[in-house]
């Protein structure tokens, strides 16, 4: 392995860092050696210094293709503003700087050349660029080259040509987002089969996620999150400029600081909002997606979606700028399965290639069972982008309160039945109806000799719209635009797999909490920690307090203390400071903070 003496040392002197961070130090050393590689960091992993720092070390120039102009401009001034030889070439230069950079580059006396894709097919560049030193070829954004990635980008299919006009420079793939297909992906079309990989955990251990199905006051939803968090600074995404003005004029009405942020605005208004989010420490931002590239404040504590991102990917980069300074932040996604037909119905309309357009259906539909599954939140992002072995987070909504599930896989094979005698002409309210026998019109009753008429009513209509909705998220069924959307059979595989019960369907029990009183969740609560009597007595005492505490403080319980914690203090029963402090989950801070009053609550209990 190379010896990283000298990249330690450019770190430091140039950009006055003490040492590497997580996987780079691997990168650069394989790099350094003269191999190819490919890279998936998240965002602020530091993938720059990857292909910076060996650019300046070995000789020649290192040549950055990047995608985005915005972001090439950032790193060229930051590189020159650290004494680096860097430049940028693209349809704002003119003549006489090009030369320039050219010369220069070919005189080895520039270390960085960005460029973006165009840049580098257009005439000549290429042939010109086999004359010149070349220290490596970093392809930024490499997800874009795939299909399967969520942003893809025709241009990019070209650069896989690199391999054999440069075969003897190392080239690096790097992204900040790609899933397991997108990775493959990466391989073949920039042919890269013999790169060694660094993929590095997505792991964000400060967020705390949640999810939960739109009601029917959405606007109220927002408004009590982000009450609840006042004082704090937060950003608020939703899919519609029309949304978004609404949103924050709803909240503004409640004297919260919320500002709106979408692509509509003039740049001008757009850079005061901004600079304002940036330089307060309490204003809501109310955006769509619109707002995010290049906004790093470090402090934003929560991230709602008041509609579902597009993605997996698109998600986590989202709630990914909550937290950047390593204290908890929140994420709390708001989904309905109308926001789902709204990304299939832009997926078809958009102009891509079908093959593109189904990779987008597809990808919507896996994040709407990630939002609608039951399994831990932040492990299930792991998961997609290639983790193994993920523990459970514990401090998700899943970790924290699992959703009861039920096997509802028969009732599955029912409700698809029905659609199919209905003859895939009608959409869920008529469904429901037919599953439960209800026959309230000549439509309805014309159905009603079908053998499927009042199969399902033993049932309450709500677990059928359930059941409905499940099945849409999953894709088995699928659900046609506009006003009245008609259910048809959306995965022919699928339902021969349900019919044959070798897939199972699994769903949430729909949650009743009008019908649950908080007192009976938390005995519930305690039920599951393992307490009868009077420990459980204690523990729903040191809930009582943390959700108190919480509200007093405007923070959600966990971020007091975990259940865990809570837990270990009803074993423990410690009778002093010292004692308190012993117990796993509280540290310093928190035992000053609130120790004197846990203890009382504690010897008060016991
Ligand atoms: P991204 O992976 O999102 O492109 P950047 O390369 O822009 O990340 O780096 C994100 C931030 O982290 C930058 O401000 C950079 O200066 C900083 N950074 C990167 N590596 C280190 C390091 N080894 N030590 C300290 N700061 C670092
Ligand atoms: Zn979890």
Redesign the pocket.
């Known amino acids: 392995m190379a010896d990283l003496t000298a990249a330690r040392e450019t ?1 430091q002197r140039v ?1 006055g ?6 996987l ?1 130090s691997d990168v650069i050393a394989e790099v350094l050696d003269g191999r190819d590689v490919m890279a998936v ?10 292909y ?1 720092i060996p650019a300046i070390l070995r000789p020649g120039v290192g040549l950055v293709v990047s995608p985005l102009i915005a ?1 090439m401009q950032d ?1 060229v001034a ?1 590189l020159r503003a650290a004494g680096v030889a860097a430049a940028r070439l693209d349809s704002t230069l003119d003549r006489d700087a090009r030369r320039e950079w050219l010369s220069a580059a070919r005189e080895g006396k520039l270390d960085l050349l960005y460029v973006s894709p165009e840049g580098l097919f257009a005439n000549g560049f290429l042939d010109f660029l086999e004359q010149c030193p070349i220290a490596l070829i970093a392809i ?1 954004e490499a997800h874009c080259v795939s299909q399967w990635g969520h942003d893809f980008r025709p241009d990019y299919r070209a650069l896989g040509q690199l391999a054999d006009r440069f075969a003897s420079v190392p080239r690096m793939a ?1 992204t ?1 987002t790609a899933d397991l297909k997108t990775q493959a992906d990466i391989r073949t079309q920039l042919r890269l089969e013999n790169a060694k990989s660094f993929i590095a955990s997505f792991d964000r251990p400060n967020l705390v996620l949640a999810a939960e199905r739109k009601g029917p006051k959405p606007q109220d939803r927002i408004s009590d999150l982000v009450r609840a968090r006042r004082g704090k600074s937060g950003i608020i995404y939703a899919a519609t400029r029309d949304n978004v003005e609404k949103t924050a004029a709803n909240l503004a009405a409640q004297n919260i600081p919320a500002l709106a942020y979408h692509a509509g605005l003039d740049a001008k208004l757009r850079a005061d909002r901004q600079h304002r989010f940036q330089e307060e420490d309490d204003v809501v931002m109310v955006a769509t997606i619109a707002f995010g590239m290049g906004v ?1 404040k470090p402090d934003v504590r929560y991230v709602i979606h008041a509609d579902s991102p597009k993605s997996i990917e698109a998600y986590w980069q989202e709630v990914g700028r909550g937290g950047r300074d390593g204290d908890t932040a929140e994420g709390v996604c708001i989904y309905s399965a109308a926001d789902l037909r709204r990304a299939i119905m832009f997926a078809n309309q958009s102009s891509a290639a079908e093959q593109v357009k189904a990779v987008q259906i597809k990808k919507a539909r896996q994040l709407f069972a990630f939002l609608d599954g039951l399994t831990c939140r932040r492990g299930g992002v792991r998961r997609y982008f290639g983790e193994e072995n993920v523990e459970p987070c514990g401090v998700c909504d899943i970790c924290t309160d699992p959703p009861q599930s039920i096997d509802a896989t028969e009732m599955a094979a029912k409700a698809i039945s029905a659609v199919m005698r209905m003859e895939q002409r009608f959409g869920r309210g008529r469904v429901v109806s037919h599953l439960i026998g209800k026959a309230s019109d000549s439509l309805d009753e014309q159905f009603s000799t079908r053998s499927t008429f009042g199969i399902g009513a033993d049932q309450h209509e709500s677990v059928w719209r359930n059941v409905i909705e499940h099945l849409l998220f999953e894709g088995v069924l699928s659900e046609g635009d506009g006003e009245r959307p008609t259910l048809s059979i959306g995965d022919d595989e699928a339902v021969r797999a349900i019919f044959r019960k070798e897939r199972q369907v699994r769903i949430r029990e729909a949650a009743k909490p009008e019908r649950r009183s908080k007192a009976g969740r938390e005995s519930k609560a305690a039920a599951k920690a393992g307490f009868i009597g009077a420990d459980a007595k204690l523990f729903e005492a040191l809930k009582g307090w943390r959700r108190e505490t919480a509200s007093a403080n405007g923070v959600p319980p966990y971020v007091i203390f975990h259940d865990a914690t809570l837990a270990a203090m009803v074993q423990a029963k410690p009778s002093d400071l010292a004692g308190l402090g012993r117990v796993s989950g509280i540290g310093e801070a928190k035992l000053k903070k609130y120790g004197a009053e846990v203890l009382a609550v504690l010897i008060a209990g016991c």
């Open positions: 770190l950009f860092h003490d040492d590497f961070r997580g780079q960091l998240p965002t602020g992993g530091g993938k720059s210094f990857c910076q972001l790193q930051a930024d790097v900040a790093d």
